[in-house]
């Protein structure tokens, strides 16, 4: 199946309508929306996450990229899961105890979404205890997210909280967030963007 230049273009354009539109056509022609999620809605994520890295992109367009891929979406999940798609993986996310910055978080969640993972959003100002609850629930990987140096330190929390799962990795990120830091308190990745967090997921967790 070719690329759908005009789900690809709207959705790097942040069209919303246009990518529910495109979406709408495909399901009614019956198309293959496995094919059409890795072949134009995360190429799309991951041009529009490429060129933020660059500095070709910044905060405002990611954003609406991001809304218009939920959208689309919201249109292919309910169909994935009836004829029996599988995710790549079951993972959380969520902002730090303390911390109730959400932007670079609900960005994170839905390019993972869109790379095909089940994402359990578990919101802002987390405690360590929100995280163990996700792991027992099944969350392979655990991404840990802090916009302020003040509470980017609860990260070690987490991870102290987290020692009785070996297996579960844990990838932390955020404006403070350094791969220093990362290394310094064992997590198992680092993303400096919301674009590389798909990456290090994939990477943790063997997809890549």
Do not use: W
């Not at 933020?52 to 992109?57: I, K, Q």
């Not at 070690?156 to 290394?183: H, Q, S």
Request: with cysteine; hydrophobic share 45%.
């Amino acid at each position: 199946m070719a690329r759908n230049e005009k789900l690809f273009g709207a959705i790097i354009a942040g069209k919303k309508d246009a990518a529910v539109e495109a979406v709408s056509e495909a399901v009614g022609a019956k198309q293959d929306l496995e094919a059409l999620l890795e072949e134009s809605m995360i190429p799309a994520m991951k041009e529009i996450g490429d060129r933020f890295s660059r500095n070709e992109a910044f905060v405002p367009e990611m954003l609406v990229a991001a809304r218009a891929m939920q959208a689309g979406l919201a249109l292919i999940e309910p169909e994935l899961a009836a004829r029996g798609h599988k995710p790549l993986g079951k993972v959380c996310i969520g902002t730090v105890k303390g911390d109730l910055h959400d932007i670079g978080k609900n960005l994170v969640a839905i390019m993972l979404k869109g790379a095909g993972y089940e994402v359990m959003d578990l919101g802002v100002d987390c405690d360590a205890e929100s995280y163990h609850k996700a792991v027992k629930e099944g969350a392979q990987a655990v991404l840990l997210s802090s916009l302020l140096t003040t509470t980017m330190t609860y990260m070690k929390t987490v991870m102290e909280r987290l020692a009785e799962f070996p297996n579960v990795k844990v990838i932390i990120g955020g404006a403070p967030v350094t791969k220093e830091y990362a290394d310094s308190i064992g997590a198992h990745g680092y993303a400096a963007d919301a674009g590389g967090a798909v990456g290090a997921v994939s990477a943790c967790l063997g997809r890549a």
